[in-house]
């Protein structure tokens, strides 16, 4: 229905007068109509979930509420005035701005470019992760190298390696490999590094050139360091070594020697290698390292240059043997215990001194000293296990009292110093040492040897000893 021709009473137009009623119903439906825009014909959405339950319910309701409207306005017109005959139309209904109710937003349909690769069974990496164009087969490292100089040596440490140093004054440098743990030193450059020695004339450590050809001299001491659980030999566990295998690569443009081993620790095995410059007394030793940084390895070997430093050894072997340390360079005596002398288990505790002189003519630039008790009758036993003496062995430092290994376990580690440990002795020069001594009371009655040594810094290998004196306690109870 239309306002275009209404129908209005009056002779001159055609078919019944509109009554008052009908004219309000007319204008009502037209003001309603009015309001109906093109965007109010969208298709509806489809019926979902509890709209399609509720739609008969709003269907029903709606003639309803129509019939109410219809009652309300006749019972308006019946009272009211009939001002609805005159011709004038009605003013259009008032205009209501309304926002668009919010609808789901679709998403966007995947365009072949973005889905192509998907669609192939291509892997595209996160964003954030790792480019795979970093990696390179074979475990070779990528990335800049790290100069460093060592002791007059020039190497190039490779990316994700890390240098370690033992000690401001140490002979050795550890490279610690990228799979080596975050809280490792060089102390754990047995397996998980590479290690340079850089000796002075006349004071060799290990390894030395005579290690090489040894069986055992991929390490002499006792020693299981296997990745990820590099330990001491347990009771029963035992180590055997095949080699050396040996070659005569040029290191540093200089006639160099390589030696291999393959070695077992009870069930578990692994590769040592060491590379030797004798003319400057340079060595490169990789114990345990993983398969995977051989690479890594291999690059440090090669970027080594001695070009800086002098020739440490003279070509003779006479001259050799007279530059090398012996056991009687350095006189040890221990005062305030004696030989014989009676220890009560848990009595006050005994306080004594070690001194260390240097009788040669060579000036050494370290030297440890290696106190502690040895194993006796009286020692504690489990089954399958080395303990200690039962005790406590302190050495008086400028800060006071520090703690040192009662006696040897399984391993070496009793034999390892830190760098405020070791000194320096010229020719005629001396050090004394304070040390107290406490036996615990797991610490049964017997002859217990009391050891002082004078030893070059412990890395590994064969203990370099340079003097040493010893005395028997008698303990009681």
Not at 205 to 217: R, T
Request: charged share 15%; hydrophobic share 35%.
């Amino acid at each position: 229905m239309t306002d275009e021709f209404p129908r209005s009473g009056g002779a001159d137009r055609d078919g019944p007068a509109e009554t008052p009623m009908e004219r309000l119903l007319r204008e009502a439906m037209a003001a309603r109509t009015s309001v109906i825009t093109p965007h109010s014909l969208r298709p509806a959405a489809p019926p979902k979930g509890r709209v399609r339950r509720l739609r008969p319910v709003y269907l029903t309701a709606v003639p309803i509420f129509a019939l109410a409207a219809s009652a309300a306005i006749g019972l308006l017109a019946f009272h009211g005035d009939p001002v609805a005959k005159r011709d004038v139309p009605p003013p259009p209904a008032a205009s209501l701005t309304v926002s668009p109710s919010p609808t789901a937003t679709a998403s966007p349909t995947a365009t072949p470019s973005a889905t192509g690769s998907a669609a192939a069974g291509t892997d595209t990496p996160a964003a954030g992760s790792p480019s795979t164009a970093s990696r390179s087969t074979g475990g070779a490292p990528t990335g800049p190298s790290t100069p460093v100089e060592f002791r007059g040596v020039k190497l190039k440490v490779p990316a994700g390696w890390r240098v370690q140093p033992y000690g401001k004054a140490d002979l050795h440098l550890c490279v610690l490999s990228p799979g080596a743990p975050q809280t490792a030193t060089a102390q754990d450059c047995r397996p998980y590094g590479v290690d340079l020695a850089v000796f002075d004339p006349g004071s060799p450590g290990w390894p030395a050139v005579e290690d090489l050809d040894a069986q055992s001299g991929w390490g002499h001491q006792p020693d299981c360091p296997v990745w990820g659980n590099p330990h001491p030999p347990a009771a029963g566990e035992s180590v055997k070594a095949v080699g050396p295998t040996k070659s005569t690569p040029t290191v540093a443009g200089r006639p160099g020697v390589r030696s291999q081993w393959q070695v077992t620790c009870g069930q578990d095995a692994f590769t040592a290698q060491v590379w030797a410059v004798p003319q400057d007394q340079v060595f490169v030793s990789a114990v345990g390292l993983k398969d995977d940084y051989q690479a890594g390895l291999a690059s440090i070997v090669d970027s080594l240059d001695v070009g800086d430093r002098e020739s440490t050894l003279s070509a003779t072997p006479a001259a050799n043997d007279s530059a090398a340390p012996t056991a009687n360079d350095i006189a040890v005596s221990i005062d305030g215990l004696t030989t014989g002398q009676s220890l009560r288990v848990g009595s006050a505790v005994a306080t004594f001194t070690v001194t260390f002189q240097n009788t040669s003519q060579h000036a050494y630039a370290q030297v440890e000293p290696l106190v502690f008790t040895d194993r006796y009758a009286g020692t504690p036993t489990l089954p399958g296990t080395q303990l200690p003496n039962d005790g406590k062995l302190e050495r008086q430092t400028d800060s006071g009292w520090t703690t040192k290994p009662m006696s040897p376990d399984a391993g070496m580690a009793y034999a390892q110093a830190s760098d405020q440990d070791l000194f320096a002795l010229a020719p005629g020069q001396r050090r004394t040492l304070t040390y107290r001594l406490t036996m615990g009371p797991k610490s049964g009655p017997g002859d217990m040897p009391l050891r002082a040594q004078a030893v070059l810094p412990y890395h590994g290998g064969d203990l370099t000893a340079l003097g040493h004196q010893d005395i028997s306690l008698k303990l009681v109870w």
